[in-house]
């Protein structure tokens, strides 16, 4: 019921900034959690930040005091702001929506974006 379109990866130097987003359509988008993965080569995909349909947060404790999750239900977006970046973050994030509306890791992510390369130099 939902599609997404992230946007907003680039290459940066370590210490640099960028922000992510996720764009979604779909009436009931108000309703789920969204939350963002990432995959670097030969690594697990793993859930780093989550936002549930109440506004709570969590965060993987490596990103923590780094990286903010939010979002604006007027305009159907999600942000990932994403500061003090290191190069152990180079990877591709992907947004993903849980229509539980809790998202946590294991939850059946549905909906998925089609990935945006985050590139950071040392």
């Known amino acids: 019921q939902v599609q997404l379109v992230d946007s907003g990866g680039g290459l940066v130097q370590a210490g640099g900034s960028l922000r992510l987003s996720c764009a979604a359509s779909?009436?009931?988008?108000?309703?789920?959690?969204v939350g963002w993965f990432r995959q670097a080569p030969g690594m697990e995909r793993e859930l780093v930040a989550a936002?549930?349909?109440?506004?709570?947060?969590n965060y993987l404790d490596s990103v923590k005091g780094r990286f903010t999750i939010s979002r604006d239900n007027a305009k159907n977006t999600v942000y990932l702001q994403m500061n003090s970046l290191k190069p152990e973050d180079t990877a591709v994030y992907y947004c993903?929506?849980?229509?539980?509306?809790?998202?946590?890791?294991?939850?059946?992510?549905?909906?998925w974006g089609q990935g945006t390369q985050v590139t950071v130099s040392s």
């Open positions: 993903a929506a849980d229509p539980t509306g809790i998202g946590r890791p294991r939850s059946p992510y549905a909906y």
């Open positions: 779909g009436r009931t988008f108000s309703s789920y959690a």
């Open positions: 936002i549930t349909n109440g506004g709570s947060t």
